[in-house]
């Protein structure tokens, strides 16, 4: 019996590998490392091949055993989807598939899926619930919008359970700083923060400044990624005592803007972050909040890191460290 962990290389699954296999669980890393890091396969089993190779999927489920899987690989980078729709829907759907047909050929019948926020598209709430209408604004959104459907389908005919598992803006560093959040090119926010703060970038630049919002800047939910691998546990926990195909958010439920996020990180560095105020991106929403309840209520789930302080701290202990 062992947990197949897809993308267990990258940021969330490593970190969702650790805390797995804290919790007592075999787990087995498949991965191709074409965004994901060799030194972040710290526990399990690793097998390296690629989601498009229908035959290594195969040879995975046969070998290990798997009973259950949490699927992170995926392309992430919104901005590249919408250049490169053509890869971003061949990884994230076509490679999903295969993955899925490999469960039903091995009898594998439950699976967490990493979904995101970005399904939401424009809020038109404060805080965003799960029936909140679905308005993807990108081939990225889509791709997680369409495998949504997908699990859906293939719960219906073929019996797979499944979990989606809609994120906010994933943050932070393992306590231990054994693992951390490390993207190339880097997109998010305080890992930028955070390389202006240590002079390995000249500025952060902040996109938007007149948004209606307190300080004009960009409201976004950040949740540690220690609350997340949590929820994965739980989520395979619910699975496992049979219950259905469900959609859960995950984030804290507070929107923290832009130059909040820099004013904690001088707090937490003690360095000056030089910024750069710029236009508006095309996209980008003025806040993405959560409402995670249902995910506090039916799995159980509670954000441990609801200061934002600790996700910042947590972030730059490990950054530090990384960049040795
Ligand atoms: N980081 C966030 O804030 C965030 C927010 C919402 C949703 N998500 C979702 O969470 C998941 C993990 O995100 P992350 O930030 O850890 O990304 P990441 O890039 O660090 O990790 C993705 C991993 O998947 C692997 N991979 C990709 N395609 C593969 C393939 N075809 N075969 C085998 N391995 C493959 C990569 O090598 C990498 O290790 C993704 O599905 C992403 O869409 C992330």
Request: glycine fraction near 8%.
């Amino acid at each position: 019996m062992a947990t197949l962990v897809t993308g267990g290389a990258g940021y969330i699954g490593s970190h969702t590998a650790k805390e797995l296999t804290r919790r007592g669980r075999e787990v087995v890393v498949l991965d191709n490392l074409c965004t994901g890091h060799r030194d972040f396969l710290k526990w399990g089993v690793f097998e390296e091949g690629d989601l498009a190779d229908s035959a290594f999927i195969d040879r995975v489920f046969e070998e290990h055993g798997i009973d259950e899987v949490v699927h992170f690989a995926s392309f992430i980078a919104v901005g590249e989807s919408v250049q490169k729709p053509d890869i971003y829907y061949r990884n994230n759907v076509t490679n999903t598939l295969n993955l899925l047909d490999g469960m039903v050929r091995h009898g594998v019948e439950r699976i967490v899926f990493s979904s995101s926020a970005a399904v939401y598209g424009e809020p038109q709430a404060e805080r965003l619930a799960e029936d909140h209408p679905l308005n993807p604004l990108s081939p990225y959104a889509w791709s997680k919008r369409m495998m949504e459907q997908v699990l859906a389908d293939y719960g219906t005919a073929f019996g797979l359970r499944s979990v989606s598992l809609r994120y906010f803006n994933a943050a932070g560093a393992d306590l231990d700083a054994e693992v951390g959040e490390r993207h190339q090119p880097e997109t998010h926010l305080i890992p930028l923060i955070l390389a202006a703060a240590a002079g390995r970038r000249p500025s952060i630049k902040v996109f938007g400044t007149d948004y209606p919002t307190p300080d004009g800047t960009c409201l976004r939910d950040y949740i540690h990624v220690a609350d997340l691998a949590d929820a994965h546990v739980r989520a395979l926990d619910h699975l496992a005592s049979g219950e259905a195909t469900d959609v859960f958010n995950l984030g804290n439920g507070n929107g923290f803007s832009v130059r909040e996020i820099i004013d904690v990180a001088r707090d937490v560095t003690g360095l000056d972050v030089p910024v750069e105020d710029a236009p508006r991106r095309a996209g980008d929403s003025p806040a993405l909040v959560s409402a995670s309840d249902k995910a506090m209520r039916v799995l159980g789930w509670e954000p441990r890191f609801g200061d934002v302080r600790e996700v910042v701290s947590s972030a730059w202990n490990w950054h530090q460290k990384d960049w040795q």
